[in-house]
């Protein structure tokens, strides 16, 4: 099985730009999509983005749409979620996740899941 580990984590204002890092201390990524989650206090957790590892489908969430942009390293068995123009709502703490197959936004339907990295954007 996958163990997600996700890095990259951190402060920055508004207007700026992180990526962060998901790889995997198991198994490899191969036949698994990989999503991004996030949490705000006192929020559900919520669909960032996704991508198969078969042939780089992707998907994102209206709210992130145009500003982040997921993508996969297969050498490095790792994959990475440049986020830009960050916003003080994309405050979170992100969770890399991971699930066989097909893309799902639900959070439920991940089965491996990061501990996950803070986010803070200042305005």
């Known amino acids: 099985q996958v163990q997600p580990v996700e890095s990259g984590g951190g402060l920055v204002q508004a207007g700026g730009s992180l990526r962060l890092s998901c790889a995997t201390s198991?198994?490899?990524?191969?036949?698994?999509?990989v999503g991004w989650f996030r949490q705000a206090p006192g929020k559900e957790r919520e669909f960032v983005a996704a991508i198969t590892w078969s042939d780089g489908s992707t998907y994102y969430a209206d709210s992130v749409k145009g500003r982040f942009t997921i993508s996969r390293d297969n050498a490095k068995n790792t994959v990475y979620l440049q986020m830009n123009s960050l916003k003080p709502e994309d405050t979170a703490v992100y969770y890399c996740a991971a699930r066989l197959y097909s893309i799902v936004i639900v959070a439920g339907a991940y089965d491996y899941w990061g501990q996950g990295t803070q986010i803070t954007v200042s305005s």
């Open positions: 198991g198994r490899t990524f191969r036949r698994y999509t």
